[in-house]
């Protein structure tokens, strides 16, 4: 069995496209057929989007491309391919022809899969040559991120088979998964057919808007089955006594009218049993306050990786994270001695904070001096309200000595001294000290420019900002310049 070099794509539509992308990105040469005249712009444009994900996704190298070819001939894509992948409109009368003719042009250790999400592979095969080679690939959109490839074989097709496809799936960043008896929609399309059905009827039935339908799933069970799917989401629920409280609870709901999906399995000691056997092994002997903890980490993951595109639940915690801030630091109407330097932001080392010494990570001494910065941006009203009116302060430079180390649950506060402001520049220092004890731990400097975030550069800072800087930089000037002030890096030179 030759290693697989060339993949052949029948089909250079949504699922085609991304196909040649994952298997381009992973250096494979990919041979499209698709008779579509745009069809060569339409996937180079799927294959930049893919790259440009792909360098946010993983630090790794993603190595050289392979080369990306399209042809009109069925029989060229075929006849030259490794590995065969059908993404033809989902109707048997148009498939089964051109699964054959691929079939006949391949060689005959060629695996073929259909990318097809419903239709039973038995059928397509049947007429086929060689159809031992032949099975279900059926991929989710867009193919070149998301993982899930759901493999199902027909009557005629081998195991080997499955070994191979699963295996060269893998080894493009998918997840295989193995569908152990052949039926229409597969598994995942089946869950999502069912939920689809429910959403329409509350939309008919004028209980829910699309949009109410969707905020229902992106804020509440859709985060947890990102990473948790439904049986373990449940047990969990039963607390711990596990999956059979859960379904003793929570079993006879099922015959309640709550959905119009109504025909269920009977919930006898058997299926009971089987579903408790399978949740046993499905937890792997984790506690449920373990997986409670890998939940709460998860979805804390989820979270903060969508609270960077301010969009879904991250833009709920973005808000959130304001609030807080605005709660937590002093604000204008505060009385401050700036006389002297501003203690605006305290906190608390956390244990998620700390490294595998036993201190505080390196990470979290620029977190906290960002969240001093923060405190005295706001406390001169460069807060969420003045940023959403398109102007905020932006860090150009930062400096950082760490002199002391400090543990968990350390209380800790910034002394912040404005070195220097004007109409565009703050220049402030930062010193992190250690409450109780008084031990000064770190120490920041940093440059801040006032930006006009719409159009991407510098611009002087709005009166009423300026007006409440400018008497604590005039006030700061009178200090001691504070130790360590415009210090840099740098190592005495040999001795000659």
């Not at 996704?57 to 993603?62: F, R, S, V, Y």
């Not at 373990?232 to 629920?237: E, H, P, S, V």
């Not at 980490?297 to 808000?319: I, K, N």
Request: glycine share 10%; net charge negative.
């Amino acid at each position: 069995m030759n290693a697989i070099k060339t993949v052949g794509l029948l089909g250079g539509g949504v699922i085609g496209a991304g196909w040649a992308a994952r298997c381009v990105l992973n250096g494979l040469d990919v041979i499209v057929c698709d008779l579509d005249p745009e069809a060569e712009r339409k996937l180079g444009e799927v294959v930049a989007n893919a790259e440009r994900a792909y360098r946010k996704m993983t630090l790794a190298p993603l190595g050289g491309p392979g080369r990306l070819r399209v042809t009109r001939e069925l029989e060229d894509a075929a006849a030259g391919a490794d590995f065969i992948q059908e993404n033809l409109p989902e109707r048997e009368d148009v498939k089964i022809p051109l699964l054959n003719r691929a079939a006949k042009a391949a060689r005959p250790d060629v695996v073929i899969g259909s990318s097809t999400s419903g239709l039973l592979p038995s059928r397509l095969q049947a007429e086929m040559a060689h159809p031992a080679r032949f099975l279900v690939g059926h991929p989710f959109n867009p193919v070149y991120l998301m993982p899930l490839v759901e493999v199902c074989g027909g009557d005629k097709t081998s195991d080997e088979t499955k070994e191979r496809a699963t295996a060269f799936y893998a080894s493009i960043g998918m997840r295989p998964l193995v569908v152990r008896k052949e039926i229409d929609g597969f598994i995942a399309d089946r869950l999502m057919e069912a939920l689809w059905r429910e959403a329409l009827w509350l939309v008919n039935d004028d209980i829910a808007t699309a949009a109410e339908i969707d905020d229902a799933m992106r804020f509440g069970p859709g985060l947890r089955w990102s990473f948790m799917g439904t049986f373990l989401t449940y047990r969990i629920a039963g607390g711990e006594l596990g999956m059979r409280h859960f379904m003793d609870q929570f079993g006879p709901s099922l015959k309640w009218p709550w959905t119009k999906l109504m025909d269920v399995p009977e919930l006898n000691d058997e299926l009971l049993d089987k579903i408790v056997a399978q949740s046993d092994a499905q937890a792997d002997g984790r506690t449920i306050r373990e997986w409670e903890r890998l939940r709460d980490d998860c979805l804390v993951a989820v979270m903060q990786g969508l609270r960077g595109h301010g969009f879904g639940a991250g833009a709920v915690l973005q808000d959130y994270d304001a609030k807080l801030f605005e709660r937590s630091h002093a604000g204008p109407a505060v009385a401050v001695d700036i006389g002297k330097p501003l203690r605006l932001h305290t906190t608390r080392v956390q244990p998620e904070w700390i490294d595998y010494n036993g201190h505080m990570t390196e990470s979290r001494y620029l977190q906290v001096f960002g969240d001093g910065t923060d405190a005295l941006l706001r406390h001169i009203g460069a807060d969420a309200d003045y940023h959403a009116r398109g102007f905020s302060y932006y860090t150009v430079e930062t400096h950082i000595r760490h002199l002391r180390e400090v543990g968990v649950d350390a209380p800790l506060h910034i002394e912040t001294q404005v070195l220097g402001a004007d109409e565009k520049r703050l220049h402030m220092f930062h010193s992190l000290v250690e409450t109780k004890s008084g031990t000064l731990l770190a120490i920041s400097e940093n440059m801040q420019l006032h930006v006009d975030t719409g159009a991407g550069r510098a611009c002087p800072a709005a009166p009423e900002v300026l007006a409440k800087l400018q008497p604590i930089a005039r006030a700061h000037a009178a200090l001691p310049v504070p130790e360590g002030a415009g210090r840099a890096i740098a190592m005495p030179g040999p001795k000659v």
